[in-house]
């Protein structure tokens, strides 16, 4: 059986996982180019997969009707949002993913993020490189109020690092959270509208679907306040980015930081770019060694045990 996997963490950090599949008789095909695959090599490496793990490649239907011997998808991450899982299930198509893998890193990369605007780390840095020696006023983060919207793993460890420095902190979930996890990890659980209201940074942890889409926009950011932080390391489209450059441009809110976008890079002359209140990474709240190592094992061990060659 075939076995494509085209996330390239698993060049550098997925070797032992790959000789463990070759082990078991799986032929595997990795992607050790340096670059992501274009639409039309990924398709014709897909077309004789058995199984595919799969980063940021779109596998919708029109893919999936081309890979007559598809049957397992494991995302390398946790976003589905680039794969048709509805129609992959009703082709008896597994889709996996590697839960939990990164959670950790996300929440880190968020936490550096708060203190990197609080502090005023980028302005400064650039300013002393281009021999300009401010001191801007920052904020203390100890005693600030984060609101974490969806509490899962990420959130969890997102709410353990804040809690840990001082933070209060508030959740908010379309599912219940049972007392007793909100007591382990010493949170309170508040609606939506109280939380963006009454936080002093806000963070989102949720899947791009259609209920999510565009769900922090004009209406949202009237009622934050305006020395809030908006952090987003979820999904690009989850906030409106129009709404978030008047936002920002007119002292709606004090600042945003991103690790996501719309479109990812983003356009040249995007104006949010162009904000010293906007700071944006480049889709690498993931991205670390150990985690690039966790979701190598884990996406591994949902394709060799799917195919049933554990």
């Known amino acids: 059986m075939n076995v494509l996997i085209t996330p390239r963490g698993f060049a550098a950090y997925g070797q032992s996982e790959i000789e463990k599949m070759r082990s078991y008789g799986l032929k595997v095909h990795y992607n050790d180019t340096g670059l992501a695959y274009s639409d039309e090599e990924f398709l014709a ?9 799969v980063g940021v490649d779109i596998m919708d239907k029109r893919v999936i009707d081309q890979c007559p011997k598809l049957k397992v998808i494991c995302k390398f991450g946790v976003g589905t949002d680039n794969i048709d899982v509805a129609y992959a299930e009703s082709k008896n198509i597994y889709v996996g993913r590697t839960i939990g893998s990164n959670s950790n890193a996300v929440a880190e990369h968020v936490m550096s993020m708060i203190y990197c605007e609080a502090k005023n780390l980028w302005p400064t840095i650039r300013g002393v ?13 100890s005693g600030k109020t984060l609101g974490i919207v969806g509490f899962g793993a990420i959130g969890k460890y997102l709410a353990k690092q804040a809690v840990g420095i001082g933070m209060t902190v508030q959740v908010n979930d379309v599912f219940d959270i049972p007392t007793e996890v909100l007591d382990e990890y010493q949170v309170e659980k508040v609606d939506l509208d109280h939380l963006l209201k009454s936080s002093d940074y806000i963070s989102l942890h949720l899947p791009l679907i259609n209920n999510t889409k565009n769900m922090i926009s004009v209406n949202e950011f009237q009622m934050m306040k305006k020395t809030a932080c908006l952090v987003n390391a979820a999904r690009g ?24 976008f719309s479109q990812e890079p983003p356009a ?3 104006p949010l770019l162009a904000l010293d209140n906007f700071l944006l990474t480049s889709h690498t709240a993931a991205r670390t060694v150990e985690s690039e190592k966790r979701t190598c094992a884990y996406s591994t061990e949902i394709v060799m045990e799917k195919l049933r060659v554990l």
Not at 46 to 53: G, L, Q
Not at 129 to 141: C, D, M, R, S
Not at 248 to 259: K, N
């Open 237 to 260: 489209g989850i906030v409106d980015e129009k709404a978030l450059y008047e936002a920002l441009i007119s002292g709606q809110i004090r600042s945003a930081c991103f690790d996501v």
């Open 45 to 53: 490496l897909a077309k004789n997969a058995d199984a595919i793990i």
């Open 268 to 270: 040249d002359k995007e």
């Open 129 to 141: 490189k281009n021999h300009q020696w401010q001191k801007p006023t920052g904020y203390e983060i």
